[in-house]
């Protein structure tokens, strides 16, 4: 079924303005693709055009107007792409596609560069679009590594992750992205690479927190450390996967970028929690979205589910959801990591 794409070219729709999805845009565009662009916003649509800058997000990213086809009708755009890139928070997943008709994503690739879970659904977005919508696997394409969107920006050297059932198709997708200042990988682990881009958001809060809490650089890196080899556990014992070597981009240092990066928003969160923050103070002052947040409840109902022992996860879960004492938590975990 997947074999019908390979010999076409794609006409890539984008779902999604926030700051990942307009440095995608500056990605394709760089490298001479048209892209179809959903912006809810019409106004934020007329500031791109005047001043080829997203008013909103990554105002440093300078756009190619003459590539772009902007609208704020999400059909029209899915309709006129045979690629359709979702990017869009995790936790505004579901409203923000609420206006789509299903029914024209049939035949379209799709391509998720959404890292977490669908709200209340625990299901990742290829997972979603799969179960829910329908979309059979090898039409499916998840997009991740450790690429922070203002680095993008800046054109500074990124790798990414391009995963789908069949590496053909994995490899027609990347070839789109590949540039003098993005790399590209492909692989066939899609359960792996997008399982560990929602993870490492938890263990950048947990980073966060315990910076804030005084914890030097000592302590956090055996915490990443555990961090690391919780989150291949949880992956080899849910869907062990042979080609998967997680010492690779797409997994160890998607988790290294998000846990020490000065752009992460998720360890930026989490040292606001650590601080004395409460989340939704924290998420007010940031005007951002720390998908951790919403990952550590997912991942600790998942593991629960599956009978899979995630020490960090459980730690976060309990100071985030059960409101306990940060200190008193990463004490007790600090005495079990090795």
Not at 4 to 9: A, R, S, V
Not at 104 to 128: C, Q
Not at 194 to 201: F, G, I, L, P, R
Not at 273 to 297: D, F, L, P, W
Request: glycine letters at 6%.
């Amino acid at each position: 079924m997947h074999t019908d794409l390979i010999g076409k070219d794609l006409r890539y729709g984008l779902i999604g303005s926030g700051s990942w999805a307009t440095a995608i845009v500056k990605v394709l565009s760089d490298t001479g693709n048209k892209v179809n662009w959903y912006i809810r916003n019409s106004d934020n649509i007329d500031f791109i055009k005047e001043f080829g800058r997203n008013r909103s997000y990554l105002r440093s990213a300078a756009l190619k107007i003459d590539m772009l086809e902007m609208s704020d009708d999400i059909n029209e755009v899915v309709f006129n792409s045979n690629a359709v890139i979702f990017c869009i928070p995790s936790t505004y997943f579901l409203a923000q596609i609420k206006p789509l008709d299903n029914d024209l994503l049939k035949d379209k690739l799709i391509i998720s560069a959404t890292k977490g879970f669908v709200s209340n659904e625990h299901l990742t977005i290829a997972e979603y679009f799969h179960r829910v919508v329908g979309i059979p696997f090898d039409r499916i394409v998840v997009l991740s590594g450790p690429t922070h969107a203002e680095e993008v920006a800046m054109e500074k050297l990124s790798y990414l992750t391009f995963a789908s059932k069949h590496i053909e198709v994995s490899d027609k997708v990347a070839d789109s992205f590949s540039s003098h200042y993005v790399r590209v990988v492909c692989s066939t682990d899609i359960y792996g690479v997008e399982y560990s881009a929602a993870m490492k958001n938890v263990y950048a809060v947990a980073v966060g927190l315990c910076h804030s809490l005084g914890y030097g650089d000592n302590f956090i890196s055996v915490l990443v450390t555990g961090a690391y080899n919780e989150m291949v556990r949880f992956l080899n014992s849910t869907h062990p996967d042979s080609s998967r070597i997680p010492s690779r981009s797409a997994y160890l240092g998607d988790l290294l970028v998000t846990c020490y990066s000065q752009f992460s928003r998720n360890r930026t969160f989490g040292g606001m929690i650590g601080k004395g923050y409460s989340v939704v103070s924290a998420h007010t002052e940031m005007n951002m979205v720390a998908e951790g947040y919403y990952a550590t409840r997912c991942m600790y109902e998942i593991s629960n589910k599956l009978n899979v022992e995630l020490p960090i996860v459980n730690a976060m879960y309990q100071i985030l959801y059960e409101e306990k004492s940060p200190h008193y938590v990463v004490n007790h975990l600090a005495s079990i990591l090795q």
